[in-house]
T-cell receptor, first 108, second 118 residues
Framework: RKEVEQDPGPFNVPEGATVAFNCTYS??????FFWYRQDCRKEPKLLMS???SGNEDGRFTAQLNRASQYISLLIRDSKLSDSATYLC?????????FGAGTTVTVRA | EPEVTQTPSHQVTQMGQEVILRCVPI?????FYWYRQILGQKVEFLVS????????KSEIFDDQFSVERPDGSNFTLKIRSTKLEDSAMYFC????????????????FGPGTRLTVL
């Protein structure tokens, strides 16, 4: 089983739509959880950390379910600039384990 | 805003040659990492480095790879004898942890070095 699994998408949504996707992780000892964003051929950039209580940052909402070992990201009121690959990241030990990414394309 | 820098942005080399990729971490960060991303694939952990020694490495990080911090500022990744399959984007990352605070697991990535092995 892969350490981090994500639905690759692509999710193709119109501007203003809501899009949500999940990721699952295999190591129950994972301590920290993040969503990173990666634009084509660029470095991953931290979007937000994910906490058990759920957290929101503007139009982005992240949830963590430790019992089921999944993480979710919801994007409200999608903008063209949200088009990117979203990487689910967990930290089982002293490193980041990345999912393969979920591609989101927001169309005008 | 402080940022991680990497040089060169693109390196082309012949198979069997040695390459050194350089990273300048955010100042006062003490935890350093190298990751690689083969085109079209996920980001993969290579090695973590703290207090002038490797703290963890992946199975990818074999004897052909080495890291060091030669002058207290640069953090380098050396590949001794490059292979075609080493062609990838190599990212350096640093953690906010400092002398007076624990590692946070929040890592900041440099822009990457694209390595092409011919």
């Amino acid at each position: 089983r892969k350490e981090v699994e994500q639905d690759p998408g692509p999710f193709n949504v119109p501007e203003g739509a809501t899009v949500a996707f999940n990721c699952t992780y295999s190591n129950s000892a994972s301590q920290s959880f993040f969503w990173y964003r990666q634009d084509c051929r660029k470095e991953p950039k931290l979007l937000m950390s994910v906490y058990s209580s759920g957290n929101e940052d503007g139009r982005f909402t992240a949830q963590l379910n430790r019992a089921s070992q999944y993480i979710s990201l919801l994007i409200r009121d999608s903008k063209l600039s949200d088009s990117a690959t979203y990487l689910c990241v967990v930290t089982p030990v002293d490193k980041l384990s990345f999912g393969a990414g979920t591609t989101v394309t927001v169309r005008a | 805003e402080p940022e991680v820098t990497q040089t060169p942005s693109h390196q082309v080399t012949q198979m069997g040659q040695e390459v050194i990729l350089r990273c300048v971490p955010i100042s006062n960060h003490l935890y350093f990492y190298w990751y690689r991303q083969i085109l079209g694939q996920k980001v993969e952990f290579l090695v973590s480095f703290y207090n002038n020694e490797i703290s963890e490495k992946s199975e990818i990080f074999d004897d052909q790879f080495s890291v060091e911090r030669p002058d207290g500022s640069n953090f380098t990744l050396k590949i001794r004898s490059t292979k075609l399959e080493d062609s990838a984007m190599y990212f350096c990352a640093t953690d906010q942890g400092a002398l007076t605070s624990p590692k946070t697991d929040t890592q900041y990535f440099g822009p990457g070095t694209r390595l092409t092995v011919l």
